[in-house]
């Protein structure tokens, strides 16, 4: 055929040939074709008219071709020139088709929006031009359908994708290739559904009909095959998969080249199963053999290019391979951004990938904002749901879930199943499956394990419905597996894990990753279950499979694993290496800051936690806690375990407070993060349980572990963390020697382990060990043995004997040995557990220390003391090297030096020891509760009873035993121990009969809780036996004697000592009942086993001899104490040499006595021996040294040998000042105080003020301004300025010793009265009488009250005596006199023996019988006129301080006082810079003008003013008002002192601007001082205000007219309120008709002559006394004692109410009335603020009737009620158990009161 010839022919050709070549997807030879084609259009002529029609579909055919090559901006271009054409040409029908080409363009762009737009435009011309069923209009149907589809808006996809189909099967048949087109977007649109069946079935509808039209070698079926195999893909049938793809690639093979981009493709997909298959090289070949070909044929910057470059960077993600992984995706990322610019869906899957592997990276914020990204480019283009939007909130929520935010993942993924169910028609979808899984792990990670299961299995359902069986449900199965073992459920947990590996078999090839995460599974489980070598076995299957793979990462979780299994059996070095090898992996692989670099360090950190390697643990759990906070910030659960890690060391390290602290950040985090129902805070409160159950807070312990416990038991009732539950409580029980209760708990553990774990794991060895201890505890020792014997059966055959178990296993059994007293075999067993403990662990490991203490207590136990000394050593330099020296191991170390020191008979440096481990713990445990603490101080005790100190000793013993007491139940072993040694001290005071209640009490207990022989009962039958023999009870000595030896013999010939005691002490009894021969049997075998035991110069004996003496030197008997204190020197020069410590120490002890003889000489021959031995041993510049020479210098002051006692002082101090660098040291002080004092002796009194002042700078700056020390210095130096007559001076030293005396000693201390007679005596001298005779008096008074017989009394007396009456005025004497007759009372007869007027009492009494004022005043008018003008007020006073009347001096009108104004300023003025300055500036203000708000004298006046002879005080007020009679009407806000009290009374004040005081006055004293007005009171409240007493008694009252009569007031007996007796009856008074009238009558009785019997007031002084405002309340008592101080002593039998509550008291009213009463009691039954039933009548007394009262107002029932039976009054019957009624003496008292304040 000639084409040359006919142009048109020639296009047409073109076309068909573009046309086939496009369908056969060769796009650029189609493009090739039409471009031709069209280019022959544009050079020929316009002559025929079918070229415009050529043109515009040439155009749109190229733009075709650009379209399917994603080249999207000339698909644009000749889209628009074909727009253009059809516009030109006014042809709707071909811009229709215009419109429908831009969508096709937008569609691919993945602009779904403007496609949409497009489509609907398109068909918009189309439906107008043509009807719905043509062929265009299904195509573009077709178009909408595949946007929808995209947009997974599933529903309008399938609609407008069936339309389409209709259409083209009623237009152009089953047959067409369009009618396949839709076929296959059906089956997309399934597939996407997740209907896979349908899916399939479509697609191979669409191929049988593309094999019917073109045959089996055609590009669409092959295409239609990848589909296939795509949907199989997902299905995880990989090999059906493969085959598709096979079949797809043989026809893209037969049709085109070898070469083509198809077959990329195909490597493409076939690398993809490779890469599920873990055949990554395989993979990562094909997948680059595609990027090869496409980079061949579209070049480097297309979008196939940029889907391979993701493809080989997911491939890189599976071999953790981040690194590389990222930067293939960044570049898949450019290429696309270039092509399709930010706004993309292929953009958005880039960003998503790199999301995923910054996650791996734990990199999470990076992670979080690339998915951000992804999302809001997916919801710009597919709106808020959509299939892409679930992957972006799937991937966000594991994000969350990897940063432990559980409640966010949570919400992210309902959110996506939200979407996914508005999406799919039911949940029958891959995607919703996905999202279950999610939500289990959360779940999981949450430890609701119920829900895990439910999500993980609902998910499982799904893929089974949907017929997949993938990888997915395998995974799936494994996390099943895995929350069943979380909860210890192993059977359940294996069966899952067997699953797992069924399906991951029949899908993937033996040497798959997925195969070796079965076996890691398989491994973890039998590692929990202490199948170790089957844990090994499955761990290094899983590993060969990965270093098979070259897949690093899991191979360093396998070595992790490993390292699990190796720690567990103590091959610590093993598990290190593991351990380190997996974190070099995670570093090389992830870098140093990933969460998985921060688990490795955290296990390597517990490797060293268990070689007691604590810093290096420390180092590393600090390594990944400041990873996970880099990573996670603070508030997150890898930062809690961290703090667990860390509170851990703490705890070990006994840092109980650091522990406590990481523990509740770890508990805070958690209870933040999940719901309150989950094991990880179960844990939290049992981590803080074990540091209160370390701390010995048992309550607190308790409580924490009750928390978990109840956590645990509402997750799971039986599961592994239950069972520990059980143990910690059980745990607390044995330490609180609870041994019922704690057995009961480890046997209910241990049968939960049974049941979990199977008879041989760890935990229940574990177990054993606790019941072997509880055994051991009781005595049982074959018991104990034989559980123990189990422990290392189990341990042997799960980890085999040559491990770390079996130090601890010797150690017990050891334990038990030493116990049982048999030391030998103790010894063997501990020895085989130090060579294993230092084989597997090294030497510096706690338990090696332990052991070592425990071998020291055996020597101890055998008096091998410095064997013991030097094995106590060893175990201190360990665990100090360990934990430092600040700790409670440490502390024990201390008490085992006690223990030696003591036995040495070292008793300060046992003390020292003791103290000091004291100190540990109190610091530790931050109080005295605690068993630990309870120890040392018996500890302590019984050093104080070897130095026969004897109350110390009682009462350290007392303190220990509550301790122990408040801790522990009473019987229990320490509690009894405690009894015993307090019965020790009884025994030792001569207390024998409370001794023997002790010793009976503890044998008591320890019958109870110890088996019969057993040591405790046999050393407290020994104590009872001393006892009865100190009572001389021979026979009961003897009894328990022989029970003690028995019981010693049977135990073990170890307590040979006690033997040798026993066996003196019955020979002791022998002899006390004439029994010779038998003593003298018994005193031989008691010597031969002493010798045995000790020898002759053994130093046990030291002790012996010591404490003999000691008793010796305490009787008195002081050559006999020489003689025993010589033995133990002899003992102690033969052992230890005669240049020993302890030999110094002993001069010293014989010194002493010397010195009780006055034998100073030889005393001081004894020191100077002991002082050479200390310079020899210790050097001349020891402390110790030191002291002897203190010593020594006291001899000399005390032999008046001033000058040598001066210098050997002054060795002394040289030492202390090179020992303490400076001189700020106490010591150096007390040295500086004694050399003063023997500067004073030799009157050099300006250096011995010189020392003082030295002494003085030293203890001020160590002690503080106020200390006791510093009172005493001041004291001193006021006494040098006396003697030496500087008056001023010795004032101000007294003054400043006064004041720190009251602040920190009670008023009436001896100090206080000693410096009062010191300032008083140098008033005295200075002739300033006024102060002088107030402060004598003061202490006088003082003195009296400490010590009436004192030798400063007489001398007070005598300096009063001296101060000339001339000189001072008190007062006038007649109304001084009128004053006390009116305030002495019943005292008066004490006052007229004083007065030497003892015989005149009687006729006193007879002359004034109506009140005691008068007969008062009688005697003191008598005195008066006997002594004439020598009677004074001073000698009064004196004579009322001796009777201890200091109140009514206190109230004399004297003495007065006026108060010069010195200054007053408002604050803003006393807040100027002006007037802030003290009053040693002159800065007057206004002192012509006086003022309050600004004034102030100047210095000049006011030191005239100080330095008057009556100017003795100054004070401050606040607002002072001068318009008011007193100026001030309380001391509110109110400061005075003596003048004298202050060195310098300017200076002074430069301190007090803190105060902030308004007004300064200095008061000077004047005589005499009259008061304005005399108050009566008329009642007894009144009394109180106006006397300030508050002791009970007859005081007189005023009547309204004012005249006076005695009464009885109450201030005791309640607390704040004061009571007028205004009525007391004996029961025949009450019960007479005289007496049963009310108030409302006057029935006066023994008005002037008040009693108990019969005694009541007028009706007009009873409404007197409630008429006053402060008569409130009245009440009714029984029998109260007048004689009492207290009055009554409880209130039994007691009524009280108000006024306001009853006002008919003094009414005539016959009613029944309910009454609010603030408290009744009748007979023991009470009740407060309750309703009560009160009669008053006229006839009637007012009264309360009994069974009336039960049934009316608040029901006040009373028990065992009398018939009728009436309280308080009336009595028409009576009970003789109400105290008011009980005998015809008792009596019934009411009262009127108020309160005093």
């Known amino acids: ?223 239609l095959y990848r589909y296939i195999g795509r949907v199989y893909y997902r299905k995880s049938r990989f090999d059906k998969a493969a085959s598709e793809y096979k079949r797809s690639n043989n026809i893209y093979e037969q049709i085109l080249s070898y070469n083509h981009i198809e077959i990329a493709h195909f490597n493409n997909d076939e690398a993809k199963i490779r890469l599920h298959q873990s055949k990554f090289a395989d993979a990562s070949a094909s997948f680059e053999k595609c990027l090869q070909k496409q980079k061949e044929f579209l070049g480097d910057d297309s979008l196939l290019v940029a889907q391979s470059l993701r493809n080989i960077g997911l491939t890189f993600s599976k071999q953790s391979m981040y690194k590389e992984a990222i930067v293939k995706y960044e570049k898949c990322l450019d290429i696309r951004k270039e092509i399709l610019g930010e706004n993309n869906l292929y953009v958005a899957q880039s960003y998503a990938d790199i999301a ?155 040497d798959s990753l997925d195969i070796a995460a079965s076996y890691n599974d ?8 202490s199948r170790f070598d089957d844990a090994l076995s499955s761990f290094k299957k899983s590993l060969k499979i990965h270093e098979q793979v070259t897949e690093k990462l899991p191979v360093a979780a396998i070595h992790n694993n490993i390292g699990l299994v190796n720690s567990a059996q103590c091959k610590f070095a093993d598990a290190l290496a593991s351990f380190q090898k997996c974190l070099d992996i995670r570093k090389e692989l992830l870098g140093e800051c990933h969460l998985q670099v921060a688990t490795s360090y955290n296990n390597v950190g517990v490797v060293y936690f268990n070689q007691s390697n604590y810093g290096m643990a420390l180092e590393k759990h600090q390594l990944a806690l400041n990873i996970q906070e880099q990573l996670l910030g603070r508030d997150n659960l890898h930062i809690a375990l961290s703090y667990d890690n860390i509170g851990k060391i703490y705890c070990q390290q006994c840092k109980y407070k650091e522990a406590l602290e990481m523990y ?150 050891g334990n038990i040995y ?25 030497e510096t490991t706690l338990i090696v220390a332990d052991i070592y203490d425990n071998i020291g207590t055996i020597h101890l136990h055998q008096h091998q003391l410095n064997d013991a000394l030097h094995l106590f050593k060893q175990s201190h330099h360990i665990r100090s090297s360990i934990l430092g020296e600040n700790n409670l191991h440490i502390a024990k170390s201390y008490c085992n030096f006690g223990h030696i020191y003591r036995l040495q008979a070292k008793y300060e440096d046992a003390l020292a020891e003791y103290n000091s481990a004291l100190e540990i713990q109190r610091r530790e445990f931050e109080d005295d509760d605690n068993l630990e603490v309870a120890a040392t101080l018996n500890d302590i005790a019984s050093v104080y009873y070897k130095q026969a100190k004897l109350d110390d000793a009682e009462a350290m013993f007392e303190t220990s035993s509550k301790i122990r007491s408040k801790l522990l139940k009473s019987n229990t072993l320490e509690v009894a121990e405690s009894i015993l040694s307090i019965g020790l001290v009884y025994k030792s005071q001569g207390k024998y009969d409370d001794a023997l209640s002790k010793f009976e009490e503890s044998e008591e207990i320890f019958n109870q809780i110890l088996e ?211 001189k700020n040291h106490l010591e150096i002080a007390e040295l500086y105080d004694k050399i003063g004092s023997i500067y004073d002796r030799q009157k050099k009194y300006e250096e011995a003020l010189s020392r003082l002042q030295e002494s003085l700078s030293i203890k001020i700056q160590v002690l503080g301004d106020y200390h006791s020390d510093v009172a005493v210095l001041y004291r001193n130096i006021g006494l040098i300025f006396d003697t030496q007559s500087h008056h001023e001076e010795a004032l101000s030293a007294y003054g400043k010793s006064l004041a720190i ?91 007229a023996s004083k007065l030497d007027f003892g015989d005149s009492i009687a006729v006193i009494q007879r002359e004034n019988c109506y009140s005691i004022f008068d007969q008062a005043y009688a005697l003191l008018q008598k005195w008066k006129q006997k002594e004439g003008h020598k009677a004074t007020v001073k000698d009064l006073i004196v004579v009322l301080i001796e009777m201890r009347r200091r109140d009514i001096v206190d109230k004399h009108e004297d003495p007065g006082f006026a108060s010069t104004l010195i200054e007053s300023l408002s604050l803003c003025n006393d807040r100027s810079s002006t007037f802030r300055k003290n009053f040693y500036v002159n800065a007057a203000a206004n002192e012509c003008v006086p003022n309050w708000s600004s004034y102030r004298l100047s210095k000049s006046k006011m030191t005239t003013i ?104 109450d201030f005791q007996s309640d607390s704040g309120f004061a009571w007028t007796l205004i009525e007391s009856l004996s029961v025949p008074n009450a019960r007479s008709s005289t007496f049963r009238k009310s108030y409302y009558y006057s029935v006066p009785a023994n008005e002037c002559t008040p009693n108990w019997s019969m005694y009541r007031l007028s009706k007009a002084k009873m409404t007197t006394i409630k008429s006053a405002a402060s008569s409130t309340h009245f009440r009714a008592t029984c029998s109260f004692n007048g004689e009492d101080e207290k009055g009554i002593r409880n209130h039994r039998d007691y009524l009280r109410t108000s006024f306001c509550a009853y006002d008919h008291f003094l009414a005539a009213k016959n009613v029944w009335t309910c009454a609010t009463v603030d408290y009744i009691n009748v007979r023991g039954y009470s009740c407060s603020k309750c309703s009560i039933t009160f009669y008053s009548s006229n006839a009637y007394h007012l009264f309360i009737h009994l069974p009336y009262a039960k049934t009316q107002c608040g029901r006040f029932a009373v028990g065992e009620l009398v018939k009728h039976e009436d309280a308080f009054g009336h009595y028409n019957n009576i009970n003789s158990r109400f105290s008011c009624t009980a005998n015809s003496t008792s009596t019934t008292n009411w009262w009127i009161g108020g309160a005093i304040f």
């Open 664 to 813: 509740n950040l770890s508990l805070k985090i958690r209870r933040n993060l999940l719901d309150d129902n989950n094991l990880d805070i179960a844990t939290s409160y049992r981590n803080i349980g074990m540091v209160y159950l370390n701390q010995a807070k048992y309550k607190d312990a308790l409580q924490q572990f009750q928390q978990s416990k109840e956590i645990r038991e509402r997750i799971s009732d039986e599961n592994f963390d239950l069972a520990d539950s059980f143990y910690c409580l059980g745990s607390v029980y044995y330490h609180q020697s609870k041994l019922v209760e704690a057995e009961n708990m480890f046997k209910i553990s241990l049968e939960m382990y049974h049941g979990v774990l199977g008879s041989h794991h760890l935990a229940v060895a574990t177990l054993r060990d606790c019941l072997a201890r509880i055994d051991d505890r009781k005595s049982n020792y074959n018991d104990a043995v034989r559980d123990l014997e189990s422990t290392r059966s189990i341990r042997c055959s799960i980890i085999g004997d040559d491990n770390s178990h079996m130090a601890f296993y010797y150690n017990n059994v």
């Open 1012 to 1222: 019969i022989n057993s040591f405790h009962i046999a050393l407290t039958y020994k104590y009872l036996g001393d006892v009865y023999y100190a009572q001389s009870q021979y026979d009961n000595a003897h009894q328990k004697y022989q029970k003690s030896l028995k019981m010693f013999q049977k135990l073990s010939h170890n307590h040979d000592r006690y033997y040798a005691q026993l066996c003196y002490y019955i020979g002791l009894t022998f002899n006390a009942q004439s029994s010779y021969a038998e003593a003298v049997k018994m005193f031989e075998k008691a010597f031969n086993a002493k010798l045995d035991t000790l020898g002759e110069y053994d130093i046990d004996l030291i002790d012996v001899y010591t404490n003999v003496g000691h008793t010796m030197k305490n009787q008195s008997k002081y050559e006999d104490a020489i003689k025993m204190y010589q033995k133990s020197l002899e003992i102690q020069i033969n052992r230890l040499g005669e240049d020993h410590l302890d030999v110094a120490k002993t001069y010293p002890i014989i010194a002493s006595i010397y010195r009780i003889q006055k034998q100073d000489e030889k005393a001081l021959n004894m020191y100077q021996k002991s002082l050479h031995i200390k310079k020899k041993q210790l050097g001349n510049n020891h402390l110790d040294t030191a002291t002897s020479y203190d010593i020594i210098a006291s001899i000399y002051f005390d032999l008046a040998n001033y000058d040598q006692a001066l210098r050997t002082y002054n060795e002394s101090l040289k030492i202390r000042l090179s020992v303490f660098g400076d």
């Open 818 to 842: 030493l116990h049982r007293s048999e030391y030998g075999k103790a010894k063997v067993s501990y020895r085989k557990s130090l060579e294993i403990a230092i084989g597997k662990l090294g």
């Open 522 to 529: 398989t491994g973890m489980i039998n590692y929990c279950q």
């Open 1506 to 1609: 100080k330095n008057a002879a009556s100017s003795t005080y100054f004070r401050a007020t606040c607002n002072f008002n001068d318009q008011d009679k007193k100026g001030i009407r309380n001391r509110r806000d109110y400061f005075s002192t003596l003048i004298s009290m202050l060195a310098d009374f300017h200076a002074h004040f430069a301190g007090m601007a803190a105060y902030v005081l308004y007004y300064y006055m200095i008061i000077a004293v004047f005589l005499p001082f009259t008061r304005l007005a005399v108050i009566k009171p008329k009642t007894c409240v009144a009394v109180a205000k106006i006397h300030q007493t508050l002791q009970n008694g007859y005081f007189t009252l005023y009547d309204s007219t004012n005249k006076p009569y005695l009464a009885f007031c």
């Open 1 to 223: 055929m000639d084409f040359e010839e006919n142009s048109n022919d020639r296009i047409q050709w073109l076309c068909r040939e573009g046309t086939a070549a496009f369908q056969q997807g060769e796009y650029d030879q189609a493009r090739y074709k039409y471009e031709k084609a069209l280019k022959i259009i544009n050079e020929a002529t316009r002559q025929h008219k079918d070229h415009p029609q050529f043109e515009f579909d040439l155009n749109l055919l190229i733009s075709a071709t650009y379209r399917q090559k994603y080249q999207f901006l000339p698909a644009y271009k000749y889209c628009e020139t074909a727009t253009k054409i059809a516009t030109n040409g006014n042809d709707n029908m071909k811009l229709a088709k215009c419109l429908h080409s831009k969508g096709e363009i937008n569609r691919m762009n993945e602009r779904f929006k403007d496609a949409l737009k497009d489509y609907d435009e398109s068909l918009k011309i189309k439906l107008k031009l043509m009807d719905e069923n043509k062929a265009e209009i299904a195509e573009t149907y077709h178009g909408k359908g595949l946007v929808y589809c995209t947009q997974s808006k599933l529903k309008d996809a399938q609609e407008m994708l069936e339309k389409s189909l209709n259409i083209r099967l009623n237009i152009l048949g089953q047959k067409h290739i369009d009618t396949a087109a839709s076929y296959s977007s059906i089956g997309l649109m399934y597939a996407i559904k997740c209907q896979f069946v349908k899916a399939i079935e479509n697609y191979k509808i669409s191929a049988d009909i593309l094999v019917d039209i073109l045959g089996n070698k055609n590009i669409h079926l092959a295409k």
């Open 356 to 510: 995923t592997i910054h996650c791996y990276q734990s990199l999470y914020s990076d992670a979080l904002s690339m998915h951000k990204k992804a999302l809001k480019i997916r919801e710009d283009s597919l709106g808020d749901e959509s299939v892409d939007i679930i992957e972006s909130y799937y991937g966000i929520g594991l994000v969350n879930t990897h940063q432990c935010k559980y409640k966010n993942a949570l919400q992210i993924f309902e959110k996506a199943v939200k979407i996914c169910r508005q999406l799919f028609e039911d949940d029958n979808n891959i995607y919703i499956a996905s999202l279950y899984h999610g939500i289990g792990l959360v779940y999981a990670h949450q430890s609701k394990y119920n829900d895990a299961l439910s999500k993980f299995n609902a998910s499982i359902q799904i893929y089974q419905k949907i017929d997949v069986e993938n990888v997915d449900i395998a995974d799936l199965y494994s996390n099943i597996g895995t929350v069943y073992r979380l909860q210890s459920k192993f059977s359940a947990a294996q069966l899952n894990y067997n699953k797992a590996m069924t399906i991951r078999r029949k899908i993937l090839k033996e």
């Open 1301 to 1391: 005396r009251k602040r920190t000693l009670k008023e009436d201390h001896l100090d206080i009265g000693e410096l009062y007679f010191k300032i008083a005596n140098v008033y005295q001298r200075q002739a300033k009488y006024h102060p002088s005779l107030i402060l004598y008096l003061q202490s006088l008074d003082i003195y009296l009250q400490c010590l009436e017989n004192h030798p400063n009394i007489a001398c007070i007396k005598r300096e009063i005596a001296k101060i000339p009456a001339s000189e001072i005025e008190l007062g006038d004497l007649d109304k001084f006199i009128y004053q006390v007759a009116n305030q002495i009372k019943v005292q008066w007869s004490e006052l």
